[in-house]
């Protein structure tokens, strides 16, 4: 048994003796000296260990923990939203006693009892993946992913968990008044284009596999896989990124390199990143394989996944006001997308969009607009 499940053994085994005994009893002191020892073991072993509690799964260190899927105890966490537990060296048995208390009261209570989303102590923090307010969540999800991009510099490596968790927090923003909504955000920095806009690609993706009646797993892999379709574009230059005008040939080929290097981050990052390594490897070739960037070397029709993304991709770029050019009006890029139907993109994802875009219109909103 691993140490993370050892972990999650005894955290369980503390409410269970809570259930057991009266709060004087010896036994539930001795299951918090228990837990303490597995959480410093935990921690020789990994720093700062980090699980975030999704649906039916249990993730750790940025993986699905397989041993622990349908655990009850992380379902019911993650219905308190405590979705997210961390902890760094120094806990104490004080700040331990002091969580399981908090998680306690949490599980007992009905709609959190008016409690704040997160608490933290010195060493221990915890929280929810998603806010239920949907601009809060958004803003959320603008942090997440700049984060995520950073780690991705900095570490040569994309943080499965996080990916997930912002795909999450923008589904329950999709849903935040009781239906579908495709609530975009507004660019107000340029240098956070790449962050926006993978958010954005994320609920059109979503949005659209949504409006072609997808499976809910189907919709979610489409979603993350979209979020991190740019990623290889930590590598490129800001200066090269916002420049205003042409690029020059050589800026032109380091951007070029992107999906390539996108592509190889992802799958550095791990099996479950197969699709959107994929995806980013093949966003900016045409549909039927004949051009684009950076090519096949055997000509075939990109996977279903990246047609998909490609046209919300170009959707949401078109639609956004960049250093270069104004933003393009809903009927410009209609008529873009008509245009390039064929060739650069799939013929019936175009008209699907098109007609998500006419029948969800009164969906279709901007987020914090000024």
């Not at 999450?168 to 926006?196: E, F, N, W």
Request: hydrophobic share 40%; glycine share 8%; net charge neutral.
């Amino acid at each position: 048994m691993s140490q993370a499940l050892k972990f999650l053994s005894a955290f369980s085994q503390v409410f269970a003796t809570m259930n057991l005994y009266a709060p004087d009893h010896p036994a539930r002191n001795e299951a918090v000296i228990e837990l303490l020892e597995e959480l410093r073991a935990l921690i020789r072993e990994s720093p700062k260990p980090v699980f975030c509690f999704l649906d039916s799964e249990v993730v750790y260190r940025d993986q699905p923990l397989r041993e622990a899927k349908s655990w009850p105890l992380g379902r019911r966490l993650a219905e308190s939203k405590i979705q997210r537990l961390e902890f760094v060296p120094g806990v104490s048995q004080e700040e331990l006693q002091s969580l399981i208390d908090e998680v306690h009261l949490r599980l007992g209570a009905e709609n959190g009892d008016g409690r704040k989303p997160t608490w933290n102590t010195e060493h221990i923090r915890f929280g929810p993946v998603s806010l239920p307010d949907m601009e809060s969540g958004l803003v959320e999800a603008i942090e997440s992913v700049d984060a995520l991009h950073e780690k991705a510099y900095q570490e040569g490596r994309v943080s499965e968990s996080l990916a997930r968790g912002v795909v999450h927090t923008l589904s329950q923003a999709m849903r935040h008044s009781g239906r579908l909504l495709v609530p975009l955000v507004p660019l107000k920095q340029a240098d956070q284009y790449t962050t926006i806009h993978s958010i954005n690609s994320s609920i059109l993706s979503m949005g659209l596999a949504e409006f072609l009646r997808f499976s809910s797993g189907d919709v979610r892999r489409i979603g993350e896989a979209a979020l991190l379709h740019d990623v290889g574009k930590t590598f490129v230059p800001p200066a090269v990124l916002g420049k205003p005008g042409g690029l020059n040939p050589d800026e032109w080929a380091i951007v070029k390199r992107h999906p390539i290097d996108g592509a190889r981050l992802l799958l550095r990052s791990g099996k479950r990143l197969e699709l959107a390594a994929t995806v980013a490897y093949e966003h900016h070739m045409n549909w039927n394989g004949r051009g684009g960037y950076p090519g096949f070397r055997y000509r075939r029709r990109l996977h279903p996944a990246s047609r998909l993304i490609q046209i919300c991709d170009v959707y949401d770029a078109c639609r956004t006001r960049r250093p270069f050019r104004d933003p393009l009006s809903t009927d410009e890029i209609i008529d873009l997308m008509r245009q390039g139907a064929g060739s650069q993109f799939d013929p019936q994802l175009t008209e699907a969009i098109i007609r998500m875009m006419s029948v969800w219109e009164s969906r279709m909103t901007g987020v914090g607009a000024d």
